[in-house]
């Protein structure tokens, strides 16, 4: 059975764990929904736990609610450029960041009219940097209670508390915050590098 999933943005561990692990099918027929990973992510910095988020071009008036795939994103602000720079000084120390640095740069130098598109090629581009292959299935119309998929849409909910177990792997600052579980999958990528896979795929989920 296909699990289905949100293409969160830089999704988080548990998320990634399930895209290298099952056979995913991209809910894509949704509305948009705020307060989500759909367009935010977190990582570690010196400050601690972190939160990048992507500005968006908000309807209103009659128009309502939107569909996650017609969400457009907002360059006005050079939120791109300021993400990378975050990551940069975050992760600047951390064993592989040079190693994947030029395969993750396109993620914030190329401008994508919508958050959708950009969710996806940034998913593949870390499906990349696993050496696993990138899920291409999608949702063709939205369905509240799918019985043929098993449900995870849930884990695009950035309020939801996580049950899983994670092993603590060495991270930036962690002598400073302690281990900061569950984090962007670009934070195992870089401290963790070619072990992250086998991470993702020994996590009890």
């Known amino acids: 059975m296909k699990t289905l999933l949100h293409p969160a943005y830089l999704p988080n561990i548990q998320t990634f764990a399930k895209i290298v692990s099952e056979e995913i099918c991209w809910e894509v027929e949704d509305n948009f929904q705020k307060q989500t990973f759909r367009n ?15 500005p968006i071009k908000h309807v209103g008036g009659s128009q309502g609610r939107q569909k996650f795939k017609d969400v457009v994103l907002d360059y006005s602000g050079m939120w791109s450029r300021q993400h990378w720079r975050t990551l ?8 592989f960041f040079e190693f994947y640095e030029d395969e993750l740069a396109p993620i914030f130098e190329k401008q994508h009219k919508f958050l959708l598109d950009l969710n ?3 998913i593949e581009t870390i499906c990349d940097c696993l050496q696993v292959e990138m899920p291409e299935n999608k949702t063709e119309e939205f369905i509240l209670h799918p019985e043929k998929l098993n449900d995870q849409r849930v884990l695009v909910n950035a309020k939801k508390k996580t049950v899983v177990d994670f092993p603590v792997y060495n991270q930036v600052f962690g002598d400073r915050h302690g281990f900061l579980p569950n984090l962007s999958i670009v934070d195992l990528l870089f401290n963790e590098g070619t072990s992250a896979l086998s991470y993702l795929k020994q996590l009890d989920i």
């Open 88 to 95: 940069q000084t975050a992760y600047r120390t951390s064993p």
């Open 40 to 54: 935010r992510c977190y990582i570690g910095t010196d400050q601690g736990k972190h939160m990048l988020s992507i």
């Open 120 to 122: 996806l090629f940034a």
